[in-house]
């Protein structure tokens, strides 16, 4: 997860690629190292001719970055496109090798060892091409849907309402949560309440309640009742019958265009969920709604009465920050992810609060979500996902390896995809069983151009996958997966 006031530096195929990453607590207030520097040379008192010089340094120092990075990002497309030639060059190689003629047996040809040892290179190639193919993933069809566009920062989460499948919610280091319609792309409702970066954005199981946690160390509940617009020109906006909803105001959908849409804004909680001494990084349902645990910078979590907003227990164990927590949806346990590199399962059924300790990570663990068929699916810095059962926690039963950094992951209820988004911009498509089914397209045109902060499935949708960056997007996507056909 990103740190505030960090340049990580990382290699991804031989190019160096830079990435800033801005604080959760701080959302949209973006200070240039220049800046700070020269906030510090002004209170010291240096003479104005060192200062200058010092100015004109940084400046050029900004300037130099800005170009690597763009330069980086051009090399890294590259690459990748070289990456993908490559491996239809292979394919078209061994449809030649298959097509080659048997020499008469009757005849012995005589070959130079070079001729020899290319045949036996290729005749190897081919044999190996046939045996991959058996094992290939599913048919998927992967396509670029549309963008909800609205967010001035980096956009950390995004989910699909479960009340009305066609609202995906979203949380910004902008200070806002919002609400979209899936069909038209429309913003639909400004959460403006909190006064820090919003880093999480959770539905209620069955009511129109948001929960959002955020760097201003809260956790807060409001009313998430809209009506999804047909249209743009007939979208009006409803009042949900709280005092705190203002009205509709126009708002710039885009810092680039002059594109204005009608939509709600909301300034006030209903119900706020204080307790923590450090930032929020996340925060979920209980399975029936009554409660919500949030996890925190202060190294705990804290289960709350969702009416009173009373403090039931507070979770300590983790030796470092918390990154994340994640309920299950139809049992009270949950799991939280710690910078300690371990994950915990809280099991809140039993009249004594049962822990366990999931160790198999070697870097932060950044995401954990519940399963199917009592398993839970772990991602972590490390560039591993890994996937547990619940009933043999020792060790997991498949690694998904990665290109980079994992970050919220995302499982499908229907056809049990897992969605993996990570640093690199990538989002990796794979089965239960830990198989790669693809990963989604990224261009210049299409795709993220930043890191892949959050991903989300929604059920019986055209548009069925969403994710989010810190390039400030959010995009729709239809994923299609053909089931192997049994031989």
């Given at each position: 997860?990103?740190?505030?006031?960090v340049t990580?530096?990382?290699?991804?195929?031989?190019?160096?690629?830079?990435r800033?990453?801005?604080?959760h607590?701080?959302?949209?207030?973006?200070?240039?190292?220049?800046?700070?520097?020269?906030?510090?040379?002004e209170?010291?008192?240096?003479?104005?001719?060192?200062?200058d010089?010092?100015?004109?340094?940084?400046g050029?120092?900004e300037?130099?970055?800005?170009?690597?990075y763009?330069?980086?990002?051009?090399?890294?497309?590259?690459?990748?496109?070289?990456?993908?030639?490559l491996?239809?060059?292979?394919?078209?190689?061994?449809?030649?090798?298959?097509?080659?003629?048997?020499?008469?047996?009757?005849?012995?040809?005589k070959?130079?060892a070079s001729q020899?040892?290319q045949?036996?290179?290729?005749?190897y190639?081919?044999?190996?091409?046939?045996?991959?193919?058996?094992?290939?993933?599913?048919?998927?069809?992967?396509?670029?849907?549309?963008?909800?566009?609205?967010?001035?920062?980096?956009?950390?989460?995004?989910?699909?309402?479960?009340?009305?499948?066609?609202?995906?919610?979203?949380?910004?280091?902008?200070?806002t949560a919002?609400?979209?319609?899936?069909?038209?792309?429309q913003?639909l409702?400004?959460?403006t309440g909190?006064?820090g970066?919003?880093n999480?954005?959770?539905?209620?199981?069955?009511?129109?309640?948001?929960?959002?946690?955020?760097g201003?160390?809260?956790a807060?509940?409001?009313?998430?009742h809209v009506?999804?617009?047909?249209?743009?020109d007939?979208?009006k906006?409803?009042?949900?019958?709280?005092?705190?909803?203002?009205?509709?105001?126009?708002?710039?959908?885009?810092?680039?265009t002059?594109q204005?849409?009608?939509?709600?804004?909301?300034?006030?909680?209903?119900?706020?969920?204080?307790?923590?001494?450090?930032?929020?990084?996340?925060?979920?349902?209980m399975?029936?709604?009554?409660?919500?645990?949030?996890?925190?910078?202060?190294?705990?979590?804290?289960?709350?009465?969702?009416?009173?907003?009373?403090?039931?227990?507070?979770l300590?164990?983790?030796?470092q920050?918390?990154?994340?927590?994640?309920?299950?949806?139809?049992?009270?346990?949950?799991?939280?992810?710690?910078?300690?590199?371990t994950?915990?399962?809280?099991?809140f059924?039993?009249?004594?609060?049962?822990?366990?300790?999931?160790?198999?990570?070697?870097?932060?663990?950044?995401t954990?979500?519940?399963?199917?068929?009592?398993?839970?699916?772990?991602?972590?810095?490390?560039?591993?996902?890994?996937?547990?059962?619940?009933?043999?926690?020792?060790?997991?039963?498949?690694?998904?390896?990665?290109?980079?950094?994992?970050?919220?992951l995302?499982?499908c209820?229907?056809?049990?995809?897992?969605?993996?988004?990570?640093?690199n911009?990538?989002?990796?498509?794979?089965?239960?069983?830990?198989?790669?089914?693809?990963?989604?397209p990224r261009?210049?045109?299409?795709?993220?151009?930043?890191?892949?902060?959050?991903?989300?499935?929604?059920?019986d949708?055209?548009?069925?996958?969403?994710?989010?960056?810190f390039?400030?997007?959010?995009?729709?996507?239809?994923?299609?997966?053909?089931p192997?056909?049994?031989?």
């Amino acid at each position: 997860m990103p740190i505030d006031g960090v340049t990580k530096v990382t290699k991804s195929k031989g190019v160096r690629m830079i990435r800033r990453h801005r604080s959760h607590t701080e959302g949209s207030e973006r200070l240039s190292g220049m800046n700070r520097f020269k906030d510090d040379v002004e209170n010291e008192g240096l003479p104005p001719v060192f200062r200058d010089r010092l100015y004109d340094l940084f400046g050029q120092i900004e300037k130099e970055f800005e170009t690597l990075y763009s330069a980086n990002l051009v090399l890294q497309e590259r690459v990748d496109t070289l990456n993908e030639k490559l491996d239809i060059s292979s394919t078209s190689d061994n449809k030649l090798v298959d097509a080659q003629d048997t020499p008469d047996l009757g005849q012995k040809p005589k070959r130079s060892a070079s001729q020899l040892s290319q045949r036996i290179k290729s005749t190897y190639k081919v044999s190996t091409s046939k045996i991959v193919s058996s094992f290939r993933t599913p048919t998927s069809s992967l396509t670029y849907v549309r963008s909800y566009q609205g967010h001035r920062d980096g956009v950390w989460e995004v989910k699909v309402s479960h009340t009305d499948p066609h609202v995906i919610g979203t949380a910004s280091a902008d200070h806002t949560a919002r609400l979209f319609s899936i069909e038209t792309g429309q913003c639909l409702l400004r959460y403006t309440g909190h006064q820090g970066s919003v880093n999480s954005i959770r539905f209620h199981p069955d009511k129109e309640l948001v929960l959002t946690g955020s760097g201003d160390e809260r956790a807060h509940i409001w009313s998430c009742h809209v009506t999804t617009p047909s249209h743009v020109d007939n979208m009006k906006s409803h009042s949900s019958g709280e005092d705190d909803l203002e009205g509709s105001e126009k708002e710039e959908m885009n810092e680039d265009t002059d594109q204005v849409v009608d939509s709600v804004t909301q300034r006030c909680p209903l119900v706020e969920l204080t307790g923590h001494t450090g930032v929020v990084i996340a925060a979920d349902w209980m399975a029936d709604g009554a409660q919500a645990i949030t996890a925190s910078w202060d190294r705990t979590a804290i289960l709350h009465d969702t009416e009173s907003g009373e403090i039931i227990n507070t979770l300590t164990g983790h030796d470092q920050e918390l990154t994340e927590v994640e309920a299950h949806p139809v049992q009270r346990m949950a799991v939280t992810c710690s910078k300690d590199t371990t994950f915990r399962l809280w099991d809140f059924r039993a009249p004594a609060m049962l822990v366990n300790v999931f160790q198999g990570h070697t870097q932060p663990v950044t995401t954990a979500v519940f399963a199917s068929n009592d398993r839970v699916i772990s991602g972590s810095d490390d560039r591993r996902t890994k996937i547990w059962d619940l009933r043999n926690m020792r060790s997991p039963i498949a690694t998904i390896q990665c290109d980079s950094a994992i970050n919220r992951l995302s499982v499908c209820e229907t056809t049990q995809i897992i969605a993996i988004p990570q640093d690199n911009r990538h989002v990796k498509l794979c089965d239960i069983n830990g198989n790669r089914i693809g990963r989604l397209p990224r261009s210049s045109r299409q795709g993220h151009t930043r890191m892949v902060t959050s991903v989300s499935w929604a059920v019986d949708n055209t548009t069925n996958l969403f994710t989010c960056g810190f390039d400030r997007q959010v995009l729709g996507w239809q994923v299609w997966i053909q089931p192997k056909d049994k031989e």
